[in-house]
């Protein structure tokens, strides 16, 4: 693996077909700073991978929400039912996030701003209070707007991508491969004109080592950007 100290960070998913492969450019955020050999991938089970791009405290606290659920999972659970944990952990993350930042601000949470209202007295919530309020949300949603998580595992016999982004928006990938990161477009273009010139089984049942090639491609080529 290549590094390069820059801003663009990226983490590609290709399927292979019974296997597949997650590889990224170890770059991470915080508020204020980006650093290089954070750690991006982390193990579920011995079959899954958590990968996260955008602010490292925030995928951890989603990842370690997840890493908790699975405990009511049992030992029969599909991918499909960790992507059902990621989707509840961010959407409860979120609203964490929310009420912390509106109480440690204002000292009054999301419930009065929803009804605008002070709970507490009854009182109306002044429009200026409201204003600012409405802005410390919007922060928030401005800091966390480039968050996403992918989960990669064998289901049914095959390597199956899984991806939500910050707003809990979430869906199974369709298509081989599945990029996210702020140099995720440059991976796509590079993995989107690998897999087009496959034939329908050949997306089917790709070539591992190839495969692998074009993802350590994609990849550098976004970290250089």
Not at 71 to 78: S, T, V
Not at 126 to 138: F, I
């Amino acid at each position: 693996m290549v590094f390069y100290e820059n801003v663009m960070t990226v983490i590609n998913m290709l399927s292979f077909g019974e296997t597949g492969v997650a590889v990224a450019d170890e770059q991470a955020s915080l508020a204020v700073r980006k650093f290089n050999f954070a750690k991006k991938l982390h193990e579920l089970d011995e079959t899954t991978i958590f990968a996260g791009a955008g602010s490292l405290y925030y995928m951890m606290n989603v990842y370690d929400r997840v890493k908790d659920s699975m405990k009511g999972l049992g030992d029969d659970y599909l991918l499909s039912h960790l992507h059902g944990s990621v989707v509840d952990s961010i959407i409860d993350y979120n609203k964490q996030l929310r009420e912390t930042a509106l109480q440690s601000s204002f000292g009054i949470g999301m419930d009065d701003f929803s009804t605008g209202t002070h709970l507490e007295t009854g009182r109306p919530l002044e429009d200026q209070m409201k204003s600012m309020m409405g802005n410390r949300l919007s922060k928030i949603e401005e800091s966390n707007h480039g968050n996403a998580i992918l989960l990669g595992g064998i289901e049914n016999g095959k390597f199956e991508i899984y991806i939500a982004d910050y707003s809990g928006n979430a869906s199974k990938v369709y298509i081989p491969h599945q990029s996210i990161g702020s140099g995720a477009e440059e991976s796509e273009r590079i993995l989107f004109n690998y897999s087009t010139l496959l034939s329908r089984e050949g997306r089917e049942k790709i070539d591992p080592k190839e495969g692998l090639v074009k993802v350590i491609e994609a990849t550098n080529s976004s970290a250089r950007m």
